[in-house]
């Protein structure tokens, strides 16, 4: 009877296993190892693609691809990436090889000769673009879809899963040690994200501040009805005003809308200083303004809102909006921390500080 017991609970295990991990379970490989057609999966758009086993010539043309590899340790593979933050700032300084990479001209629009002529064997990218998809298949380019311009999650649990399943679709194409990484990191981000929430989960509607958040480049770019700044936000225990916005994701608002909202909070996204609000007299009724609570974000490898260091911006915002609740949070020992684990690289305090102050590297 015992026996049973355990056989049945084994396979129960076995069958709620987080879906993020099925991708790396269902890795179908040709006998006889590597080569192009050897491994099929799923992508983020629900397609189903299949890539080369041992994928060596690869294309992060989607925004935040260069992170993930920059995170896998998969720089080697790139042979052109579509972001020119790869080739620069802290890209190059924890990743340098990135810099002497090549960048495509127009990431939406990529010359499909030169995929061909680099012999770029997978490309990255996002589901917004289904007439270069379908250019890229034509050419023989297998194409995975890592981002969505459309259907984002709708509830913070099916942001946390589909914030692992973007690293992990990265790790199972890229396979071996790339996947063990993944993995890696998926656990940590478990970690990190179950620490704020069981701080924050409890919050009423009363204890949650509102917060006004600039995409950028100007203060009036916001991101709005679930974008991954909603779920961050929401989080770290904040209120973000845009979160019933009739647009998903980017989006322009009025200076009305903000008045109405007048937030408690506000947080410069993409912008590294806060002198389009500050100095703007139109926004000096809002209650941010005028109690000195209009705030740079941080930025690293790639930004925070976009990226796998969304994270340390979740625990950024939760420092800075709860620092009752997170007295014992350092938010620059966490960059310090993740920078050493996952990118191999030390940071100092003098690099640490600028990064927490969105400066570039020193020259």
Do not use: A, C, H, M
């Given at each position: 009877m015992k026996k049973t017991i355990l056989v049945c609970a084994l396979i129960c295990s076995f069958l709620v296993l987080n879906r993020y991990s099925l991708n790396a379970i269902g890795r179908k490989e040709p006998a006889g190892g590597g080569g192009a057609g050897g491994l099929t999966v799923t992508d983020l758009a629900g397609r189903t693609v299949t890539?080369?086993?041992?994928?060596s010539r690869i294309a992060p043309l989607v925004g935040p691809g260069f992170e993930k590899i920059i995170l896998l340790g998969a720089v080697d593979k790139v042979a052109i990436t579509g972001n020119r933050n790869a080739t620069s700032s802290w890209s190059v300084v924890v990743a340098p090889s990135f810099k002497d990479k090549p960048v495509t001209e127009n990431a939406t629009d990529p010359n499909i000769e030169e995929l061909i002529r680099l012999g770029v064997d997978v490309v990255f990218y996002w589901d917004s673009y289904p007439q270069v998809i379908d250019r890229l298949d034509q050419a023989g380019i297998p194409v995975v879809v890592?981002?969505?311009?459309t259907g984002n999650p709708k509830s913070i649990d099916e942001f946390i899963q589909f914030q692992k399943e973007e690293v992990m679709l990265f790790g199972t194409v890229l396979g071996g040690d790339h996947l063990k990484k993944a993995e890696e990191w998926c656990q940590f981000f478990d970690e990190k994200v179950n620490f704020i929430r069981s701080r924050t989960a409890s919050l009423g509607p009363g204890k949650r501040p509102d917060v006004y958040y600039v995409r950028g480049p100007d203060p009036l770019t916001i991101h709005g009805r679930n974008s991954y700044t909603m779920w961050l936000v929401e989080l770290a225990g904040g209120n973000l005003v845009s979160r019933d916005s009739k647009i998903e994701l980017l989006y322009t608002t009025t200076m009305e809308d903000?008045?109405?909202?007048?937030?408690?909070?506000i947080f410069m996204g993409r912008v590294?200083?806060?002198d389009s609000i500050m100095n703007d007299p139109a926004w000096s009724s809002i209650r941010a303004v005028k109690a000195g609570k209009v705030?740079?974000?941080?930025k690293g490898v790639m930004?925070?809102?976009y990226s796998s260091e969304g994270f340390l911006l979740m625990e950024f915002i939760a420092k800075t909006i709860h620092p009752?609740?997170?007295?014992?949070?350092?938010?620059?020992?966490?960059?310090k921390d993740y920078y050493r684990r996952f990118y191999g690289y030390t940071l100092s305090d003098d690099e640490t500080d600028r990064i927490y102050r969105f400066m570039d590297p020193a020259k």
């Open positions: 890539v080369p086993s041992r994928p890592t981002q969505l311009g903000v008045v109405n909202w007048n937030p408690e909070y590294n200083n806060t705030i740079v974000n941080p930004v925070w809102d009752e609740l997170f007295k014992d949070l350092d938010v620059k020992q966490e960059i």
